[in-house]
């Protein structure tokens, strides 16, 4: 694609990032097929080919976003499905995140608007106040029939549908320190506990932590660290977004310049996407660049960790039970991960099937369900129906956000595969599991290298 950008221009970081992607597309249209509302709407600029002109068109033009620009840059997922198709290696994610900083410093959106996503932006990274405000929302969710389901109070529905029906108390694990190895010491790594997900799902992290340690990991809970700041990045916050990404980089740096990390471990892909590209994000902070560049090359997600250690003894009754893996966008888009989740549960002896449309969101995107409720809606209903056709005792995923979201459509379990693959391996039953799965050793090991 042909630019046309002044050399004053370029003399921001950022519009030099953003040509430099520009100029790679050759308008091919290959990720209109796989763009979750080009498919559902139709329209071309709610692809990512008809939001690259919208975007080269306003940077260009040093235009302030307008309402049109806006609507169909919020109506991107940011679900990074173009990326997996494109064949001329456009950078969409980047470019659709300055878009959304440039939107957030030249628009003016309604009020109301403002207003929900600086809430949203001040409560979801704060685990203590994000739970006080679940507490409220369960209160209020049966009242959420009384909200329409379109227009502007569609949100207030969709928050109130999102909320748990119970919320599990704090968890202990996810306070500083360190977790001690089960056996002989193999890797020293740092678990992100995340934020939203500390109150919605702790388990998560217990059993990630359980599943480390009984392999060989000594597990580093760092003093400082917090929302990985993807939230408040995808809502076009960049200062907010960069202040997180720091107080995480300094915490892991102090541990790595003491006893040293193997790996920084993200049990949340859409927070590992993140952290992965926070070397591009501070790539021009004198202070942090080279910081995040260390930090980023250290992250893993767990299941690249776990096929580095390779899965232990299976000592449960995994052979009978059937597992619908969603893969979630930021792992299979975001960070290209799209095998080894379900090489790891197939070792573990279950039987793994995927929807027909794996590659397709589910329409939870960070805050996108709450801000874009009716287009959430459908790709939830559309995802839903495919998973359940496949008739799993259980669907598995990598991500709280797809699981809160997946979970409020169907009476399926939907359990967290580094949840699964503990009690395989000898942790406790899931809570969703609880009564239908046991937790008595029954058979002997296999070894992840033997299901490949």
Not at 19 to 35: D, M, N, P, S, W
Not at 51 to 56: A, E, N, Q, S
Not at 421 to 445: C, F, I, K, N, Y
């Amino acid at each position: 694609m042909q630019t046309n950008f002044t050399e004053a221009q370029l003399q921001n970081p950022d519009n030099a990032a953003s040509e430099q992607i520009l100029r790679k597309c050759v308008h091919c249209g290959f990720c209109t097929a796989t763009c979750p509302t080009y498919v559902l709407l139709g329209d071309e600029l709610d692809s990512p080919r008809g939001r690259i002109y919208l975007i080269k068109d306003m940077l260009e033009n040093d235009k302030p976003a307008n309402e049109k620009i806006v609507t169909h840059i919020d109506r991107c997922l940011s679900c990074l499905s173009c990326m997996s198709t494109c064949p001329s290696g456009v950078n969409y994610m980047h470019l659709v995140d300055h878009a959304r900083k440039y939107i957030e410093e030249t628009y003016e959106r309604p009020w109301h608007d403002r207003m929900l996503r600086s809430l949203l932006a001040f409560l979801l990274p704060k685990v203590g106040l994000f739970r006080v405000a679940m507490i409220g929302a369960m209160i209020a969710k049966p009242l959420a029939p009384l909200f329409p389901a379109k227009g502007k109070l569609a949100r207030m529905r969709a928050m109130l549908e999102l909320a748990p029906n119970s919320l599990p108390s704090p968890s202990p694990t996810d306070r500083p320190g360190v977790h001690a190895a089960d056996t002989p010491r193999r890797k020293r790594v740092a678990l992100l506990t995340g934020c939203a997900q500390r109150a919605l799902n702790p388990e998560i992290n217990e059993s990630t932590i359980r599943l480390l340690t009984r392999h060989g990991c000594d597990v580093v809970v760092s003093d400082g660290i917090g929302c990985c700041g993807a939230l408040t990045h995808h809502m076009g916050k960049e200062d907010l977004a960069l202040a997180a990404a720091k107080a995480n980089i300094d915490a892991w740096t102090r541990e790595i310049e003491g006893q040293g990390l193997d790996a920084i471990v993200i049990n949340a892909s859409g927070c590992g996407t993140t952290v992965k590209d926070y070397g591009f994000m501070l790539r021009e902070d004198p202070v942090y660049a080279e910081k995040a560049e260390k930090v980023a090359a250290l992250t893993k997600d767990i299941s690249e960790v776990m096929t580095d250690l390779g899965l232990g003894a299976v000592v449960r009754e995994t052979a009978g039970i059937k597992i619908a893996y969603h893969a979630a966008c930021s792992l299979q888009h975001g960070q290209q991960i799209k095998t080894l989740p379900k090489r790891a549960l197939r070792a573990a002896g279950f039987q793994v099937v995927e929807p027909i449309d794996p590659h397709l969101c589910c329409g939870s995107a960070g805050t996108y369900n709450l801000l874009q409720p009716e287009i959430a809606g459908q790709l939830k209903d559309r995802k839903v129906e495919t998973l359940e056709k496949l008739k799993p005792d259980v669907i598995a995923a990598g991500n709280i956000g797809c699981m809160t979201q997946i979970q409020s459509g169907t009476g399926v379990p939907v359990v967290h595969t580094a949840t699964i693959l503990d009690w395989a391996t000898g942790g406790p039953v899931p809570q969703a599991l609880e009564g239908v799965w046991s937790d008595e050793a029954v058979r002997p090991a296999q070894a992840m290298e033997a299901a490949d």
